[in-house]
């Protein structure tokens, strides 16, 4: 069991696409599996025309079962900070990951498997993928990134998952925020492929500074957002690149003409 990890060199940029390889156990986290994955982000971030990062599963049947049971069994307190703490690195990987993050939901997203779903940039389903906060039947709570959880779906679907331990589809899924698309399982790959053309298209700095905007929406309150929005903007223009990219959308519009 590893974390897969290949960097896709394009005319725009560069994508890596990392994998979390455990099929036969679907793909379940253990600590070195977690470990693992934040090394393969910092590793990817260290490519200078990196422009964004595709998270999947290997397989067809599961992203993730979540943290393995038996990684679980046996902890005391202490352990079980420590071992917390770790999932909650691999998911504040994905947040502070400088470009966008898509996560590639091939099957089932369980447990810590949905937090770090949920702190990805952009999730994309396949439509046999399922969703589920099963840990109170294990006499646990969810936590760390399932705090993002009432930001995506609202606070009332977010209870139910974490309090019901109830799994949901895609379809819902998609229905309730907590995906952006839903695709057969064959078209997978190209919605993702896709959603990278789009991102490509943006000008790679301005994607990396709203990112870091998309961050602080969700944790600052709003005058603090405003503020750090117009900062931002002002910082857009210092490399004259909104002014390259303005004179040449005009000068295609008025060819069109």
């Not at 393995?68 to 703490?85: H, K, P, T």
Request: aromatic share 4%; proline share 5%; hydrophobic share 50%.
């Amino acid at each position: 069991m590893s974390v897969g990890f290949a960097l896709e060199r394009r005319a725009q940029g560069a994508v890596a696409r990392l994998t979390l390889d455990n099929p036969r156990k679907l793909n379940c986290l253990s600590r070195a599996m977690l470990e693992g994955l934040v090394a393969r982000v910092r590793e990817a971030e260290l490519a200078p025309e990196l422009r964004a990062v595709v998270l999947t599963g290997a397989g067809e049947k599961a992203f993730t079962g979540g943290v393995d049971v038996a990684a679980l069994a046996g902890l005391d307190s202490r352990q079980a900070r420590e071992f917390i703490g770790v999932v909650h690195e691999a998911c504040a990987a994905m947040r502070e990951c400088p470009v966008p993050v898509i996560a590639r939901l091939n099957g089932w997203c369980i447990g810590a498997g949905l937090e770090i779903a949920a702190a990805c940039d952009l999730r994309i389903a396949a439509e046999h993928a399922a969703f589920s906060m099963p840990e109170v039947r294990l006499g646990i709570p969810s936590v760390v990134e399932a705090a993002l959880l009432p930001r995506l779906v609202g606070a009332g679907r977010a209870r139910w998952l974490v309090m019901t331990g109830e799994p949901i589809g895609a379809r819902e899924a998609l229905a309730w925020g907590l995906v952006e698309r839903v695709v057969p399982a064959a078209s997978l790959d190209s919605a993702v492929n896709a959603a990278l053309d789009a991102l490509l298209a943006g000008e790679p700095e301005a994607i990396r500074a709203q990112k870091r905007l998309c961050k602080l929406w969700e944790e600052a309150p709003l005058e603090a957002s405003v503020r750090a929005s117009i900062e931002e903007f002002a910082r857009s223009y210092g490399q004259g690149e909104p002014a390259r990219r303005i004179d040449a959308f005009q000068r295609a519009r008025k060819a069109k003409r």
